[in-house]
């Protein structure tokens, strides 16, 4: 039997022996290729058609940057579906569990490695999108004309994005199809949240708890959004949805709190979880 | 180090859907044995090889290798063993190389020992010259090679297998039998699910029959098939034997049946070689032409249908 500081070697390096090997698999799958392009598309076309059609860009930076930041929404969940949605399912899927689950090495290794992988993909991909819109802005207002709030937002889509890739490895994890896991952690953030977070502020509750709600400090920093003022009431448009901004410091921690809670539950399901 | 390399203890599995697979199973396998373990679909081969893996849980008793607890102490238990469950999927974005490296990593060995081992089962194997081929453009057969080459990889001292012949054809499966004889040459042990009753009589020493989930015969193939059924002597004449001469080759004490089968007959007697000639004195005496005299040992398939009876499946 190995000593406690020998086994906890030893599970570090089995992780990191994980990390490397799904990192391997999405640039194999053309993964990360996918993510890469939307990531660049996306701003280049926020910079481009301006310039084709002759319109001025947005008059000041903080605009152009919180319209560029627009879609990283949507590309975070893409992301974190694409790269954590078979992160357990597909194992148990394609029966690859039956070779890397009888291995000598703790089952909570393969899950951390996974887990570690399919972040630093989410990552890199949002790094990548605010490398682009940096450029951009760069380019087009000047040295000095770097949002401040700029790296408040990087780090706020950083813990989103770890929010979304611990509820997909939960999805993952429960279901036992890849094509499921993937779909249902998609259609949560992009369909079945902002629904719920929609009706509750209908009905005048602020959806604080709602990891979607919280998302829209991502953009909200750039902006002084006055707080929470109800959805109901003769306002009853789509309007008034974006009327209502959360609270930074609830909205941090309801998704560092979807971020933690998913991802233990999402590991105590798949350490469990025999391969029949 | 204890005599005993693999254990289960009153092993019990009921899954979620209320089958009851394993019933207070107990089996021990000695250090360098090759143990066949037999028996029909659904008798709970697989469950007790998926938990002797970490792959299943069990609902009570314990499964100990090398005694070490496998669900308590997986990582130690499972350090020298190799294993090929099932028909496990293959990473196919990876090489042969790299799908073996990834293995032999997590086993802690060195990186010259990866590079020199993945040669030697990949040679053992027959994919030599795919070693840095992706995966996902391999046969079903070159798969199943590819998951054997796996299970050699750290050179185990204890080998679990389950069905390893499937998926390969008539010379891949000799190569399976002849890598198993190896092993079993180099003091290895090995433990052999499979349906293939003539491979894991050529390859193993002992027997575990389960059906149910509950061991129903255990012994040495050769004490099963010497002693389990009367043995045959298959006799040929020139001319039919008529019914009185018949007879009297039935009324013998020695004889325990006699089948006529034209100008042969099928003698069942207590398999003893003293037996066998003084029953050809009789049959010389009777004044009859013999063509040929072959005493036939029992099978282990004769063995399988005896004790599972005629329903369960054989292959």
């Known amino acids: ?276 | 180090m204890d005599d005993i390399a693999i254990e289960t203890r009153n092993l019990k599995k009921q899954y979620s859907q209320g089958v009851l697979a394993l019933k207070d199973l107990s089996i021990k396998i000695k250090r360098g044995q090759c143990v066949g373990y037999l028996g029909p679909n659904g008798s709970g081969k697989t469950t007790t090889i998926k938990i002797l893996t970490n792959l299943l849980k069990p609902t009570s008793g314990q499964a100990f290798i090398n005694d070490i607890d496998v669900n308590q102490f997986p990582k130690e238990a499972l350090r020298g063993v190799g294993s090929l469950v099932e028909v496990p999927g293959i990473y196919e974005f990876l090489t042969s190389h790299e799908m073996l490296a990834y293995f032999g990593k997590i086993r802690k060995m060195s990186s010259a020992d990866i590079d020199r081992r993945i040669k030697e089962v990949l040679t053992l194997v027959k994919l030599s010259e795919w070693e840095h081929k992706k995966i996902g453009s391999f046969s079903t057969g070159m798969l199943r090679r590819l998951a054997i080459a796996q299970a050699l990889l750290h050179d185990p001292e204890i080998l679990i297998m389950d069905e390893p012949v499937i998926g390969l054809d008539p010379k891949g499966m000799k190569d399976v039998r002849d890598i198993i004889k190896k092993m079993l040459q180099e003091k290895k042990t090995i433990f052999l699910s499979s349906h293939l009753l003539n491979e894991v009589a050529e390859t193993c020493n002992d027997v575990i029959l389960l059906d149910k989930g509950v061991v129903v015969s255990s012994d040495s193939v050769a004490h099963l098939t010497g002693s389990t059924l009367g043995s045959k002597i298959d006799v040929t004449f020139l001319r039919p034997l008529t019914e009185e001469q018949c007879k009297t080759l039935s009324n013998l004490d020695m004889v325990e049946d006699v089948e006529p089968l034209g100008d042969q007959i099928r003698i069942i007697y207590d398999g003893k070689p003293e037996t066998s000639s003084k029953i050809l004195s009789k049959i010389v005496g009777l004044g009859v032409d013999v063509v040929s005299f072959t005493p036939q040992k029992v099978s282990l398939e004769d063995v399988y249908v005896s004790v599972m009876g005629d329903e369960r499946g054989v292959r």
């Open chain 1, 1 to 276: 039997m190995l000593s406690l500081g020998e086994d906890i070697k030893e599970d570090i390096v089995h992780t990191l022996i994980n990390v490397r090997y799904e990192l391997r698999k999405h640039f194999r799958r053309k993964r990360i290729l996918i993510a890469v392009v939307l990531a660049l598309i996306i701003p280049i076309l926020f910079y481009i058609i301006p310039k084709v059609r002759n319109v001025s860009f947005a008059s000041t930076s903080v605009a152009f940057m919180a319209n560029s930041l627009g879609f990283i929404n949507i590309l975070i969940i893409i992301s974190a579906a694409m790269f954590a949605g078979d992160a357990v399912s597909g194992e148990f899927e394609t029966r690859t569990a039956l070779l890397s689950l009888s291995t000598p090495q703790r089952r909570s290794s393969i899950f951390i490695g996974k887990y570690i992988a399919s972040l630093l993909a989410v990552f890199a991909i949002i790094a990548f999108y605010f490398a682009i819109c940096g450029v951009e802005v760069l380019g087009v207002y000047g040295l000095g004309g770097m949002p401040e709030a700029t790296g408040k937002s990087f780090l706020l889509c950083l813990l989103y994005g770890t929010a979304a890739v611990s509820m997909t490895f939960f999805y993952s994890s429960v279901l036992k199809g890849v094509m499921s896991s993937t779909l249902l952690s998609f259609f949560t953030f992009l369909m079945i949240l902002p629904i719920v977070s929609a009706l509750l502020q209908v009905a005048n509750v602020e959806p604080w708890f709602i990891v979607t709600y919280s998302a829209g400090l991502m953009t909200n920093v750039f902006v002084q959004e006055p707080a929470f003022s109800g959805g109901g009431g003769h306002n009853m448009g789509p309007s008034a949805f974006t009327q209502s901004t959360p609270n930074f410091t609830v909205g941090v921690e309801v998704m560092a709190a979807y971020a933690i809670i998913m991802f233990i539950i999402a590991m105590a399901i798949a350490v469990r979880k025999d391969v029949e």
